[in-house]
């Protein structure tokens, strides 16, 4: 049963493109962070005296302050997830530099050729 359910959720997945296969491994693993992060904060509210293997030093601030910056992070990560936040998308701009060179060079020379 599990073989059929995992090949359900391969085959789902084939038809995506490798980026939006990435953007949805971004989302899933910023949810899952913030998530994370409020039990955390939960955590620390509701059982301050709780036995853990570690603990954040600060009380309640220095828990809020360690969980702030992953959750900028991640809601940032999942507002831009394409990239287009520091550059504006045009032809190529998923690519290497070189990649684009390489594909200007070859239709130079296709042009030249015809």
Known sequence: MAVLVSAAFYAA?????????????????????????????????????????WRVPGGMPGAIAAAVLPSCFALGAMATPDGQYHRG????????????????????????GA
């Not at 039990?39 to 005296?49: D, G, H, K, S, Y």
């Not at 190529?92 to 030249?112: C, F, M, T």
Request: net charge positive; charged share 25%.
């Open 13 to 53: 997945c084939a038809a995506f493109t490798f980026r939006e296969l990435i953007v949805l491994n971004m989302w899933l693993y910023s949810l899952s962070l913030l998530v994370e992060l409020a039990a955390f904060v939960w955590l620390r509210a509701a059982e301050p005296q709780m036995h853990r293997p």
């Open 89 to 112: 998308y045009h032809r190529g701009a998923d690519r290497p530099r070189g990649v684009r060179r390489v594909g200007a060079v070859q239709r130079a020379g296709a042009r030249k």
